[in-house]
T-cell receptor, first 114, second 115 residues
Framework: GAGVSQSPSNKVTEKGKDVELRCDPI?????LYWYRQSLGQGLEFLIY????????KSGLPSDRFSAERTGGSVSTLTIQRTQQEDSAVYLC????????????FGPGTRLTVT | AQKVTQAQTEISVVEKEDVTLDCVYE???????LFWYKQPPSGELVFLIR??????QNEISGRYSWNFQKSTSSFNFTITASQVVDSAVYFC????????????FGEGTQLTVNP
């Protein structure tokens, strides 16, 4: 079946602009995660959704970052007033539920802020 | 706080050599889960294995094997008879029962297998 998909695959934006990153989880997966991978910080957790609720958003680095999930499926990560330090690969993962199941990752969105 | 350390930043071997990737973790939880992921040059993280803290049995899957030792808080990964296709970044990750569903990743080990 289809895996986790993310769009766009690459995004170049000017500093100060807003961006939206999209994640389509595996069908039927109720849990969804966003991570960020950057050279200096490695792989960092950002936010976790169970259904449409986000019980853990403690990894969001600032209030410029927000995320939502609708219909228990697609999720959007929004970064407002982008900064150069936001440049990274943003990875989305999904699992069948809130338990300690393996997380299936998407290919990521490479964000470059110029 | 949980922490995962992969001390080897880069490893380079010649094809057919055996190679071990080290992973050391820190946690105060008694229930936790350890994972290994592979990130090939294409970039997509691929799940390899999950172990829970109550199961210290070593596991073998083809050329891959994992050694989990609670006494040393280590979960090492060995590739036997390495192949060029094994070249990738390998991440060890920890999920604590009390820290929700997040994974805490190590910094990763870049493995290069040369022909």
């Amino acid at each position: 079946g289809a895996g986790v998909s993310q769009s766009p695959s690459n995004k170049v934006t000017e500093k100060g602009k807003d961006v939206e990153l999209r994640c389509d989880p595996i069908s039927g997966h109720t849990a969804l995660y966003w991570y960020r991978q950057s050279l200096g910080q490695g792989l960092e957790f950002l936010i976790y959704f169970q259904g449409n609720s986000a019980p853990d958003k403690s990894g969001l680095p600032s209030d410029r970052f927000s995320a939502e999930r609708t219909g228990g499926s697609v999720s959007t990560l929004t970064i407002q007033r982008t900064q150069q330090e936001d440049s990274a690969v943003y990875l989305c993962a999904s699992t069948t539920g809130p338990g300690p199941y393996e997380q299936y990752f998407g290919p990521g969105t490479r964000l470059t802020v110029t | 706080a949980q922490k995962v350390t992969q001390a080897q930043t880069e490893i380079s071997v010649v094809e057919k050599e055996d190679v071990t990737l080290d992973c050391v973790y820190e946690t105060r939880d008694t229930t936790y889960y350890l994972f290994w992921y592979k990130q090939p040059p294409s970039g997509e993280l691929v799940f390899l294995i999950r172990r829970n803290s109550f199961d210290e049995q070593n596991e073998i899957s083809g050329r891959y094997s994992w050694n989990f030792q609670k006494s040393t808080s280590s979960f090492n990964f060995t590739i036997t008879a390495s192949q060029v296709v094994d070249s990738a970044v390998y991440f060890c990750a920890l999920r604590e029962e009390t820290s929700g569903s997040r994974l805490t990743f190590g910094e990763g080990t870049q493995l290069t297998v040369n022909p």
